[in-house]
């Protein structure tokens, strides 16, 4: 009779487990361009953000690249002019937010100054009166009665 084989039993390898793969591929060496190459595809960005195929194979003949070069360049350049866009419009939206602040600081410090202008209506309604002179943000926070103010009129 044969052994049979449990189905628990698994044939292990010996040694590290990334051994037996492929060594990985040796990484390309950065590109460099020259500044002519660089300030016309800055010229050309600068127009244009997208380039289509046809237009993409001209510029790397003329510029004397290839077209992967020409393509990966302005893949890179837009997600540089993103990133640069995003922190300007933060930077601009900080500073308008400072701006806001600004204005409703010397907003409320005008009406801290400013005497109230009394409403005739006011005058001879007390819940009317009390809500034209509530102030919460003023230190005193003392209403004088109805009948005191009309005393005066």
């Not at 009317?128 to 005393?151: C, G, H, I, R």
Request: aromatic share 8%; proline share 5%; glycine share 0%.
């Amino acid at each position: 009779m044969a052994a049979a084989l449990s189905p628990f039993s698994v044939t292990r390898r010996i040694g590290h487990p990334y051994q037996n793969r492929t060594p990985p591929k040796r990484k390309k060496p950065r590109t460099s361009f020259s500044r002519v190459q660089i300030c016309e595809l800055e010229k050309r960005f600068h127009r244009q953000k997208y380039l289509a195929s046809a237009e993409r194979a001209t510029l790397a003949k003329a510029l004397k690249m290839t077209d992967a070069q020409v393509k990966t360049w302005f893949q890179n350049r837009r997600t540089k002019w993103r990133r640069q866009t995003a922190e300007e419009r933060e930077a601009e939206r900080q500073q308008a937010n400072r701006l806001m602040l600004q204005l409703q600081q010397e907003a409320f410090q005008k009406t801290l100054a400013q005497p109230l202008q009394q409403d005739p209506l006011c005058l001879h309604n007390s819940s009317l009166f009390a809500l034209q002179n509530l102030q919460p943000w003023a230190e005193d926070n003392k209403v004088t009665s109805v009948t005191s103010v009309a005393s005066v009129v």
